[in-house]
């Protein structure tokens, strides 16, 4: 089991910044994907970023060019750096992790674009 811990959410005026981080609670072996989505009141559960224990990401059309993805894998952590942040980004953000056959989320973690 592994178990995702998310911080960093809150709130934060349109136009500002927000960075999310993500910790495994242990070390991840082999071909994985880790990433971010999101889900706002009423919508599904969405894709927002993700990247593979190799390198390469992938995002969503709505925060190209605003939000990026990375990971430390020696401290078993993803972030996702948020800029240009706007009110339709308000939403409850997961943590997410794919292996082969397995999958793990996190709690969650609160972020609210208002003025």
């Known amino acids: 089991q592994v178990q995702l811990v998310e911080s960093g959410g809150g709130l934060v005026q349109p136009g500002g910044s927000l960075r999310l981080s993500c910790a495994a609670s242990r070390s991840i072996f082999g071909i994985n994907v880790m990433g971010w989505y999101r889900q706002a009141p009423g919508k599904q559960r969405a894709l927002v970023a993700d990247?593979?224990?190799?390198?390469?990401?992938n995002y969503a059309d709505s925060v190209k060019g605003r939000f990026t993805i990375s990971r430390d894998n020696a401290k078993n952590t993803v972030y996702l750096q948020m800029n240009s942040l706007k009110p339709e980004d308000t939403a409850v953000y997961y943590c997410?992790?794919?292996?082969?056959?397995?999958?793990?989320w996190g709690q969650g973690t609160q972020v609210t674009v208002s003025s």
């Open positions: 990247i593979t224990s190799g390198g390469s990401t």
């Open positions: 997410n992790l794919a292996k082969i056959g397995v999958e793990y």
